[in-house]
């Protein structure tokens, strides 16, 4: 037996249909086995709060080992996993092709599975969960939507906390009055480009569809600038917030509902882009596994990319379009969910093709976690999780860093807002820009056309 794999780590199908995935003997002995390898490695030891909460957990028990641990107490270090999937992909020696086998995240997601069937997971925290639904409830009522849940809107933010459970101070993304998809917006393509001929459908992900259509628009404007033909498509979510409570049939009817409507468009030679990398990943990595029996799912996979990802491709392959300028000082956070995609750091590379312009870089969990971050049980994890962040930011404000983007913008804001009290700039000095993309758009002088107003 080997101590360690050199080998790439790979992942199998999930197996949520067979009535042992959630059968609570099997699960118990799964989450043993799982649970004294970890004890005994421990080189996780700084990820989520779910590894503390293990170690202190034995540690803290009569032997000191798991055999003297209450199955009962297992739940909160399932709490603390925000999916984030570092474990399983920068520090775990034991993932498959190992024959330890172990991949934590999805032994979380099946516990969450098996706690779902039981009825343990609040109707509030499933109703957060449906993107969808919220999003368009709040673009129709977004004047409304966006006061109500201001920071600073004491009486809203407190009546929030005590009856959904979203913390009062946690930053919370805003609604848009005009779904993305709904765009008439069609940018001049440049016939000159170098990557001239391209096509892409833009899968715009739910935070671009009702939470940040600028990120849409300035993909589409920077695509235009490098001679790519793009469509926009909106089918539905991608399920990442199902799949964070283990409600694996949601995320299957999600997958094949959005494989079956781009199929034509990936058939027809366009290629597809996911602006959000949390969606890229499910599309490319997580449906798969969900659903490995469906040829469209499998064919959309290979056929999807995450923006950053196919902007690196394109300076690659052809070479970006002339015309970027300087930005000044930006410091990019590299998010979990594109570490996770296994491409290497492609937001990195885009920026560092804008002449003149100083790219620092971050890369370490946030600890926000999505919808997880936000709740009022987790909010503290999230800010303690990403204090180490927040601490390079705040030094780089200090420094007077002119951008801060994250490829995820809601770890973006998490970040931002745990510089609070660290730094003696405050983040009022540098620019709005959330994304990568909006600042090559920045560079390439599209931020101001009018369409993207």
Not at 329 to 335: N, R, S
Not at 378 to 383: D, E, H, I, Q
Not at 430 to 450: D, K, M, T, W
Request: glycine share 6%; charged share 25%.
């Amino acid at each position: 037996m080997r101590e360690g794999s050199l080998d790439a780590p790979v992942r199998h199908p999930i197996a949520w249909q067979s009535p042992d995935f959630i059968d609570e003997e099997k699960l118990d002995q799964e989450l043993r086995r799982v649970f004294d390898i970890c004890h005994g490695c421990r080189r996780c030891f700084n990820l989520c709060d779910s590894f503390p909460r293990l170690f202190d957990l034995i540690d803290d028990s009569k032997s000191g080992e798991l055999d003297t641990v209450a199955s009962k107490d297992f739940a909160p270090i399932v709490e603390a996993c925000t999916l984030c999937d570092m474990c399983f992909l920068t520090k775990c020696p034991y993932v498959p092709p190992h024959e330890f086998n172990i991949d934590f995240p999805h032994l979380m997601v099946r516990f969450r599975a098996a706690q779902l069937k039981k009825g343990e997971i609040s109707r509030v925290t499933r109703r957060l969960t449906e993107t969808d639904k919220n999003g368009k409830l709040g673009g129709n009522f977004s004047s409304l939507a966006n006061w109500a849940s201001k920071r600073s809107n004491v009486v809203t933010r407190s009546l929030m906390e005590n009856t959904i459970r979203i913390h009062r101070d946690a930053a919370l993304p805003k609604f848009e009055k005009k779904r993305f998809s709904r765009n008439s917006y069609e940018p001049s393509i440049n016939q000159k480009a170098p990557a001239y001929g391209r096509k892409a459908i833009i899968f715009s992900t739910c935070f671009v569809e009702y939470n940040n259509t600028d990120i849409g628009l300035a993909t589409r404007s920077v695509l235009a600038k490098n001679g790519v033909e793009t469509t926009t498509a909106y089918p539905s979510c991608c399920g990442m917030p199902q799949l964070e409570h283990g409600d694996f049939e949601r995320v299957a009817a999600h997958a094949i509902k959005t494989a079956t409507e781009l199929m034509p468009w990936v058939e027809k030679g366009y290629d597809v882009i996911a602006p959000i990398p949390s969606c890229a990943l499910m599309l490319k990595f997580e449906w798969p596994l969900v659903v490995p029996e469906n040829e469209l799912v499998k064919k959309l996979a290979k056929a999807t990319f995450d923006v950053s990802e196919y902007m690196a491709d394109i300076n690659k392959k052809e070479g970006l379009t002339d015309g970027l300028k300087p930005l000044g000082k930006v410091l990019i956070h590299v998010a979990c969910h594109s570490r996770a995609q296994n491409m290497g750091q492609k937001g990195v590379e885009i920026l560092r093709s804008i002449p003149d312009t100083e790219i620092r870089v971050i890369e370490r969990c946030s600890g926000h976690g999505g919808s997880w971050g936000v709740m009022k049980d987790n909010f503290g994890t999230a800010l303690k999780v990403g204090k180490p962040v927040a601490r390079q930011a705040a030094t780089a404000l200090d420094d007077g860093i002119e951008h801060i983007v994250s490829e995820c913008p809601l770890a973006r804001e998490h970040i931002l807002q745990g510089t609070e009290g660290l730094a003696t700039l405050d983040a009022s000095n540098i620019s709005s820009v959330q994304h990568p993309i909006q600042l090559l758009a920045r560079a390439y002088g599209l931020e101001s056309n009018e369409a993207l107003e």
